[in-house]
């Protein structure tokens, strides 16, 4: 092989790396959702109570610890419950405000990153309760809300960060609201939870909330508190770690059971739980079975008892709809449930998965097999590779903490990072390389080894997980892994093709 043939392959892998990570953050999302079920629900008996208004209270990135201190969340506890809600694996933010309107899990909804602006094909109760004649208003100091649910807001305000979203809020008086500071969020991204800037955060949202709920009429308005997420205490979310996917979700006022023993809850029961609070029908696409549906029983009391016996009557249906769609998409035998959905398409891709590695491992013996190295050469250059890779990614958990979703923090910050540590890794092993085996040719060669690992396992990925990601999800390594493999690759690209040209001077 000539260093030129070997410089330009690290070029064009350290390329192709780039694009792959520039277009994993699009490679995520598919709006129009995955196995997704409609079910008709009509509301046969109506509330019969007066219409209360509903307002949601989303503070981004709060995290239930601090919320737990709020003097909002003391005042709501007095007139209803708090308890722990589990958002689930995927802590990302539009994410999750699709799966607190629409009922449905990450995995299904389609909603995987905060980049996708366009509508999202699962209903969200918000449309249901447009369609049904109610004011719809959101205040937000975003506009994904609303874009994500484009029929579902008659009203809109989008304020700056510094200004008051409650306040805004209150200038809307809608029938139903929603309310949603990211500013909490913000502060932990760029100082952590643990830190004084986000308790200043928590103590700014604890003022504007205490203002806008003196305003509320508790014993004839409904408010839900909660967040999408929270932080870990160094900054970001994305993963599963408990203080991120385990928010404080508070409902109050009229219809609320006062309670202080409200078991841990999945989040999925926000939408439903305007939808009854409404007397509207739930949103079509809500998650039914492997579900937490009965627990909507226990946020409310006092409610008429036909209307309870038909909104549990279409809870029975959503689960008689989605079990007949689940047996048309499972084998026989298989227990109908979104969890055996998962396993099965799980089994279907370990070829999918198996095939890349296998064409991987053959590419890789072949490279060093052509290149005629005895098997202590051999040996050789394979622990050096295999260190490369494995001392990267153990830096990379010592200094961001994990290796998930969550230790990615930010864009920016993660692409300084990432460089940082791929390239300090990278440049230790080829000073190793340089010393142990001095062998120019033979440095190059390993370079571009690595590189063609780096490229091998991201193209692997592609085909293994689909473009745009299949569902289920994968395994929270496996879905972080193509943020680090994209620098991975440039930067290993970029050296490879250094130690080429290192490797033709020194002929
Ligand atoms: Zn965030």
């Keep these: 092989m000539r260093p030129w043939v070997l410089a330009l392959f690290c070029i064009v892998v350290a390329c192709a790396a780039g694009w792959l990570g520039a ?37 981004d990135g709060l995290r239930a610890d601090s919320a737990l201190t709020m003097a909002t969340v003391a005042r709501l506890r007095e007139h209803g419950q708090c308890r722990i809600a589990d958002v689930g694996t ?17 995995d299904r909804s389609g909603a995987r990153n905060n980049d996708e602006t366009s509508a999202l094909r699962a209903e969200s109760v918000w449309q249901v309760a447009t369609a049904a004649g109610l004011e719809v208003g959101v205040a937000s100091h975003l506009p994904w809300w609303h874009q994500l649910f484009v029929t579902g807001f008659a009203r809109t305000v989008e304020v700056a960060k510094d200004e008051d979203v409650f306040h805004a809020a209150a200038q809307l008086r809608t029938d139903v609201t929603v309310i949603h500071p990211v500013y909490v969020d913000t502060a932990g991204h ?60 508070c409902v109050a006022g009229p219809m609320i059971a006062v309670r202080s023993d409200a078991a841990a809850i999945d989040a999925r029961i926000v939408a439903p739980t305007v939808a009854v609070a409404l007397g509207l029908r739930f949103p079509r696409n809500m998650r039914a079975l492997d579900d937490d549906l009965d627990a ?10 036909e209307y309870v016996e038909d909104r549990r009557r279409s809870i029975d249906a959503f ?60 040996a050789g250059s394979l622990v ?17 903490g994990s290796f998930d979703y969550t230790s990615i923090n930010e864009r920016v910050p993660f692409i300084r990072a990432s460089l940082l540590i791929c390239a300090g890794v990278a440049i230790a092993a080829a000073w190793l390389h340089v010393r142990v085996f001095a062998d120019p040719a033979r440095w190059a060669a390993d370079q571009a080894t690595v590189t063609l690992i780096a490229i091998g396992l991201s193209l692997g990925h592609v085909f293994a997980f689909g ?14 892994f193509p943020f680090l493999a994209a620098t991975f690759g440039v930067v290993h690209g970029g050296l490879g093709a250094a130690a080429a040209l290192r490797w033709a001077r020194s002929r």
């Design 190 to 249: 760029a100082f952590g939870a643990a830190s004084p800037e986000y308790r200043a955060a928590v103590d700014r949202v604890d003022a504007e909330a205490l203002a806008w709920l003196q305003t509320v009429d508790l014993q004839r308005e409904i408010v839900v508190f909660t967040a999408d997420h929270g932080h870990v205490d160094a900054g970001g979310h994305g993963a599963q770690q408990p203080e991120i996917r385990g928010v404080l979700l």
């Design 296 to 305: 909507l029983w226990t946020i409310f009391t006092g409610l008429d008892a």
């Design 467 to 480: 473009w745009p990601l299949a569902f289920p999800v994968p395994h929270r390594f496996v879905l972080f």
């Design 23 to 59: 277009n994993y953050i699009p490679r995520l999302s598919d709006h129009d959702g995955y196995f997704l079920v409609d079910v008709v629900d009509p509301v046969r008996v109506p509330l019969p109570s007066p219409q209360p208004r509903v307002t949601l209270v989303v503070v």
């Design 384 to 400: 050096w590779i295999a260190g490369t890779l494995v001392v990267t990614a153990v830096v990379w958990v010592v200094v961001r």
């Design 90 to 106: 995927y802590t990302v933010s539009r994410p999750i405000y699709a799966l607190l309107s629409t009922g449905l899990e990450v």
């Design 319 to 378: 689960r008689q709809r989605n079990a007949e769609a689940l047996a048309g998409w499972l084998d026989d035998g298989q227990p109908p449930t979104w969890n055996a959905l998962a396993d099965h398409a799980r089994r279907a891709r370990y070829w999918r998965i198996a095939l890349p590695l296998a064409l991987l491992a053959a590419a890789v013996g072949f490279a060093l097999r052509i290149r005629g190295l005895g098997a202590r050469q051999g």
